[in-house]
């Protein structure tokens, strides 16, 4: 199911009749548009103490209804695609996460 979820994606991001290729995962850590976000925390501490059971992941302080909240996010990805394959992988470790773009 995975291999046909992927070669969907592709399809969809194809550009002039060209598929969007992926760099690899391992490369995909740094500077990108694309993050997986685990979990949302009231408290830093919780979401420090996830971060240090998920390897490259990363807080993010946020701001809602007037309220600090620290995000939880896996990588930095420059491509929608390399973020699915690491969603899988996070699945694998029993962590859910979803997509979430970006914006600087």
């Not at 408290?43 to 990363?58: E, G």
Request: hydrophobic share 45%; no cysteine; proline share 2%.
């Amino acid at each position: 199911m995975r291999k046909i979820l992927f070669i969907a994606i592709l399809l969809v991001a194809s550009t002039g009749g060209r598929a969007a290729v992926s760099e690899p995962l391992a490369d995909s850590v740094g500077q990108g548009e694309f993050t997986l976000q685990v979990a949302t925390y009231q408290s830093k501490a919780d979401a420090s103490a996830l971060t240090a059971r998920i390897p490259d992941a990363w807080v993010q302080e946020i701001s809602a209804e007037g309220r600090k909240m620290y995000r939880v996010n896996f990588r930095r990805f420059q491509d929608r695609n390399a973020a699915v394959r690491a969603q899988w992988d996070l699945e694998d470790l029993g962590y859910k996460g979803f997509i979430q773009r970006l914006y600087t």
